[in-house]
């Protein structure tokens, strides 16, 4: 079993800056794909980043390209978020999760097998 907790959410002025991060157990993590994902209120869960096992790899939505990065330590099995400028409409729940299978850094939600409880991230204006 895999557990997944994410923690540094919290509130921050717009133009402000979060790092969220992610612990994983278990050995599988550093094999495959890990991402972070969000959900505001009303809206479906949508990817917002994603990163392959190796950590080379790193894909982005477009509304936080350039301004949020991903990385990955699979020594001490983490998944971190930066994100940077942060604007209002970055206001959801923050959630990270790791695929049991894929490896390539996956933008698809149904590939992501193992997922935290959130941490919520609230930007105002």
């Known amino acids: 079993q895999v557990q997944v907790v994410e923690s540094g959410g919290g509130l921050v002025q717009a133009g402000g800056s979060l790092r969220l991060s992610c612990a994983a157990s278990?050995?599988?993590?550093?094999?495959?794909?890990a991402g972070w994902f969000r959900q505001a209120p009303g809206k479906d869960r949508e990817c917002v980043a994603t990163?392959?096992?190796?950590?080379?790899?790193?894909y982005y939505s477009d509304s936080v390209k350039g301004r949020f990065t991903i990385s990955r330590d699979n020594g001490k099995n983490t998944v971190t978020l930066q994100m940077n400028s942060l604007k209002p409409e970055d206001t959801a729940v923050y959630y990270c999760?790791?695929?049991?299978?894929?490896?390539?850094?996956?933008?698809?939600?149904?590939?992501?097998?193992?997922w935290g409880q959130g941490t919520q991230v609230t930007v105002s204006s």
């Open positions: 999760a790791t695929s049991g299978g894929d490896y390539s850094g996956s933008f698809r939600l149904n590939v992501y097998d193992y």
């Open positions: 990163i392959d096992w190796s950590g080379v790899v790193a």
């Open positions: 278990g050995r599988i993590f550093g094999s495959y794909s």
